[in-house]
């Protein structure tokens, strides 16, 4: 046997009693609609500023969201063309 086999049988071999596990995640995910303050059912594009903020684009205008409650900027109706 060459050096470099004895060598690789000796680190399998100690790797190999290691515990080698992925780190678990806690993932925590909360459903936000009307309730919370959200101006639309549906979101057609989600972006986080580098506040922090969570911006949501909605037919009825935008929503940021802080973590805790929405801040709506509505559209008027003469702009999105429902007047």
Same mark, same amino acid.
């Given at each position: 046997?060459?050096?470099?086999?004895?060598?690789?049988?000796?680190?399998?071999?100690?790797?190999?009693?290691?515990? #080698?596990?992925? %780190?678990?995640?806690?993932? /925590?995910?909360?459903?936000? @609609? !009307?309730?919370?303050? *959200? #101006?639309?059912? %549906?979101?057609?594009?989600? /972006?986080?500023?580098?506040? @922090? !903020?969570?911006?949501? *684009?909605?037919?009825?205008?935008?929503?940021?969201?802080?973590?805790?409650?929405?801040?709506?900027?509505?559209?008027?109706?003469?702009?999105?063309?429902?007047?």
């Amino acid at each position: 046997m060459s050096r470099w086999s004895v060598w690789l049988i000796v680190v399998l071999a100690s790797l190999a009693g290691w515990n #080698l596990r992925a %780190q678990e995640l806690e993932v /925590q995910i909360k459903v936000l @609609g !009307f309730e919370e303050g *959200a #101006l639309a059912s %549906q979101t057609y594009k989600i /972006q986080q500023d580098t506040m @922090g !903020f969570v911006w949501l *684009a909605t037919f009825n205008g935008l929503n940021r969201h802080d973590g805790y409650e929405f801040l709506s900027f509505e559209v008027p109706d003469s702009i999105s063309g429902q007047a």
